[in-house]
């Protein structure tokens, strides 16, 4: 059938040919389905519920947050549980005390606030709610590879707007590059994983530059920077702000997000979305983490100061290592493979970037306390006892 998306739609994630899809069995899924291949989610759980007991294990491949919430958050939701809020009742559909909150923390008025199922569910519930098959998508590349699934999923086509460095603030390049006739453009700021910032007086060129395409800022890393669009939700009617609680909040199990847009965005966005779908659990903890601002104040310090620290000593070590505005740092190696099974050895997951085009050789690691980045080190050293180019650059 000449359905107009089904040339254009081959993007490079599009890996798996349709006869392919039919011999896998059973109804065949949506043309932009068939076309997708399984989301490639690499977490180190497993890995971690097998390592050594002798072992601490240092999760530094997701960016969650390297501590558990704080006692307030686990106190709200022991309170929760043993009180009169039976478990068998749907949750608070329109999340209002939560809403309130955030309200108050970013300075939008909560009718502007929609709370999701952690951030992916706002990215999806925009794509949804937004893309037609055969749609064009701009994205900073590189970028963070859920946003792509998404799109791709509704039949989308993502044009990767590639800066001329990673690490080059993307403005320019979009203004340049956007096509008038693109639904969405995707920025997520700071990036992830390159940790690039695009400051909110750009996000505003851009939005003014493309009145008729949906502007995203994904600030899953805000807290960390302190930089943020979403003041910008008030008079421009074609951005949208996502953020989440499974970064510096440290409550990612729970599954937490939220979005930022003007009336016009949401009166759709509401037409999907399902106010079931943000546990109760979920809205009672990230109630209590937003309530404890000092606990958060206090672990984004030290991420910021654990970021000096290990940047500092892996740079003594002969590495090519850089800070980001994010909650991780950034080394490139000659072989990032060997790096990351090493230290797997000792017990530290982290990603390895290398595989992503245009930023060959990096391996990323999320920041935590000072005392964790220097534990890492410590471990570091014995596998460069072992291996001295381990961290050579390549
Ligand atoms: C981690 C991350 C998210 C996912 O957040 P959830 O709220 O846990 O779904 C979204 N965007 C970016 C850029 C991220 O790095």
Redesign the pocket.
Known sequence: MGLPFAKTYEGPMATRSSSESKVSGGPTPSRPISDLSAYDAVSSLEKIGRCRSDIQPLKLD???STIPPSPRVIQAVLDFLHGNHPLNWYPDLAATPLREAIGRYTGVPADNILI????????DLVCRTYLDPGDCVDVVWP??G??LVFARACGAVPREIEPSSPFEVPTEVLLERVQPDTKIVYI?SP??PTGVVTPAADVARICEAFPSSLVIV?E??HEFCGETAAALVRTLDNLVV??????CFSI?AV???YLLAAHGVMRHLRKLHNPKSVNALGQVAALAALEDREFRERFVAQVREAGEVLVAALRERGAEARTTR?NFVLVRVANPGRLVKALEEEGVFVRDRSHIRGFEGYVRITLGTCAQMVDLIERLDRLLARDPLLLAPP
Not at 116 to 123: E, Y
Not at 242 to 247: C, M
């Open positions: 997701w960016n969650e999701t199922n952690g951030s992916d569910a706002a990215l970028t963070y859920h946003f997520a990036n992830n994904d899953a890393y996502t953020r989440t609680f499974s970064k990612a599954r937490v997000g994010a």
